[in-house]
T-cell receptor, first 110, second 110 residues
Framework: GIQVEQSPPDLILQEGANSTLRCNFS?????LQWFHQNPWGQLINLFY???GTKQNGRLSATTVATERYSLLYISSSQTTDSGVYFC????????????FGTGTRLKVLA | EAQVTQNPRYLITVTGKKLTVTCSQN?????MSWYRQDPGLGLRQIYY???????DKGDVPEGYKVSRKEKRNFPLILESPSPNQTSLYFC?????????FGQGTRLTVV
């Protein structure tokens, strides 16, 4: 089955710093989403981005489907950005199932 | 507002006592699914449903049942819970694009 790898696994930043999170996937996908899991466990939709580039405030994402990777950019990080960031992909042949990456655990220090 | 609502949010129960976790969505999505999240294992799909009265097993279906009598509801049933079902559970619904996840149900079986 499709493999989804995220890097780095852990990241500690000072407030105000920028960061780039990466998601590599091993096969063609027709769905890709980025989520933020907050300290209370809730999965927050960040981007639905099977291809192209999107921006939402301090966050932006780019997916290069032909090269099988996606990037999530966080600029001017805040302590509320702390948590785990997941990339999830769905394949052309799947049953709308999402395969989740292992996540990047981000801690932003004040 | 697009929403997937799970109840309860937290539950502590004893081994063998049947329980149901409810899930409801207000987006008229045909596809719904259940995931569990465990440390070191990530999020894994339990069951999914492509439409009313159409359900199928995901990757870890043992010990769970589901039903889909109405489009908006997709309850998860644990007939005889065991401690290895202690986990964080998520319900999701999806159309052709992004998936929406519920707030999560943290279940502890003692």
């Amino acid at each position: 089955g499709i493999q989804v790898e995220q890097s780095p696994p852990d990241l500690i930043l000072q407030e105000g710093a920028n960061s780039t999170l990466r998601c590599n996937f091993s096969d063609s996908v027709n769905n890709l989403q980025w989520f933020h899991q907050n300290p209370w466990g809730q999965l927050i939709n960040l981007f639905y981005i099977p291809s192209g580039t999107k921006q939402n405030g301090r966050l932006s994402a780019t997916t290069v489907a032909t090269e099988r990777y996606s990037l999530l950019y966080i600029s001017s990080s805040q302590t509320t950005d702390s948590g785990v960031y997941f990339c999830a992909v769905g394949t052309l042949w799947g049953t709308y199932k999402y395969i989740f990456g292992t996540g990047t655990r981000l801690k932003v220090l004040a | 507002e697009a929403q997937v609502t799970q109840n309860p949010r937290y539950l502590i129960t004893v081994t063998g006592k049947k329980l149901t976790v409810t899930c409801s969505q207000n987006m008229n999505h045909e596809y719904m699914s259940w995931y569990r999240q465990d440390p070191g294992l990530g999020l894994r799909q339990i069951y999914y449903s492509m439409n009313v009265e159409v359900t199928d097993k995901g990757d870890v279906p043992e010990g769970y049942k589901v039903s889909r009598k109405e489009k908006r509801n997709f309850p998860l049933i644990l007939e005889s819970p065991s401690p290895n079902q202690t986990s964080l559970y998520f319900c999701a619904s999806k159309a052709n694009t992004e998936a929406f996840f519920g707030q999560g149900t943290r279940l502890t079986v003692v």
